[in-house]
């Protein structure tokens, strides 16, 4: 997700370039990764270097902005959202939330353009075919988390060396506009967590030796007779559970535990790193990209 800032004369309704240039940034953010342009903030060195005088909402209400994107950008974005942060002086910033686009990508005068780093970039060719290519193609996202979200407290029947069983939800969204007929969906749970009992829809499979050791567990999704995962706002499709235990020799101080998820489906594969955390009496999940999976996996 990038972040820009840019000073107020950046917005001109009437200069045309200025127009098509806040066209070309934008679209280039949704063919990206997505996130948000500051329109009434000085920048240096990339990092904000305080307010100016801003615009004034009624020359420049919120919905002007969506006018010129339906102008100079094809197809049409979606869900991008211009909104006015008021200053002391009654004039306002505008910041603008631009989602990532799963849809074709998107051109502005005739062009495609994706930002990179602190760049806005003419895309390849190869990269514009790639683009095209993801609409025919699920994106499928898994999702890991207990009964209430991503912490749970540990509790141990009485003179046991092992809690109760802990119950791990597993959840996949497709992102794209692609359907996916056929998943294949592994969880990987270290092996320091121990197994509590069988729960349908996944399947221990196997013990990988690692380091570290890590149980597989896996469910297959085909269509028919299973029915086929669908784009569908925010909705997640709940793909099973996987029960284990926490020995008690993990009760005392903090300890990391390794999981893993891979999902696949023709002309897709992800592959993530997760964490689990115990400490003080509870365990939390902790998802790809922190720091608690950077640590296990060095």
Not at 210 to 217: A, H, I, Q, S, T
């Amino acid at each position: 997700m990038h972040l820009e800032y840019k000073a107020s004369d950046a917005i001109d309704k009437r200069d045309d370039k200025k127009k098509l240039e806040m066209a070309r940034d934008i679209s280039a953010f949704a063919n990206a990764d997505g996130g948000q342009i500051v329109y009434g903030m000085t920048e240096k060195d990339h990092e904000p270097a305080g307010l100016d005088a801003g615009l004034d909402p009624k020359e420049y209400p919120e919905i002007w902005f969506e006018q010129v994107l339906q102008q100079h950008v094809t197809p049409l974005l979606e869900g991008v959202r211009p909104r006015h942060v008021k200053l002391k002086s009654g004039r306002v910033a505008v910041v603008v939330d631009v989602p990532a686009s799963k849809s074709d990508p998107h051109q502005a005068d005739g062009r495609y353009y994706r930002r990179h780093n602190f760049n806005r970039l003419a895309m390849e060719h190869y990269e514009v075919r790639d683009m095209f290519r993801r609409t025919t193609t699920p994106e499928l996202k898994v999702s890991l988390s207990f009964e209430h979200g991503r912490k749970t407290q540990i509790e141990f029947p009485h003179q046991s060396e092992l809690s109760n069983a802990i119950i791990l939800n597993v959840t996949i969204e497709n992102v794209s506009v692609q359907p996916a007929f056929h998943v294949f969906t592994e969880v990987w749970v270290d092996e320091g967590l121990n197994p509590a009992f069988a729960l349908p829809k996944f399947t221990h499979v196997r013990l990988d030796p690692g380091p570290p050791k890590l149980r597989v567990y896996r469910n297959v999704l085909t269509s028919p007779p299973d029915p086929p995962i669908f784009r569908e706002g925010d909705a997640a499709k709940h793909l099973g559970q996987i029960a284990f235990n926490v020995p008690a020799r993990f009760l005392s101080g903090e300890t990391l535990f390794d999981l893993k998820t891979i999902v696949q489906t023709p002309g897709f594969a992800k592959t993530e790193h997760w964490a689990m955390r115990t400490r003080a009496g509870w365990i939390e999940i902790h998802g790809p990209g922190g720091p608690w999976t950077a640590h296990i996996r060095s």
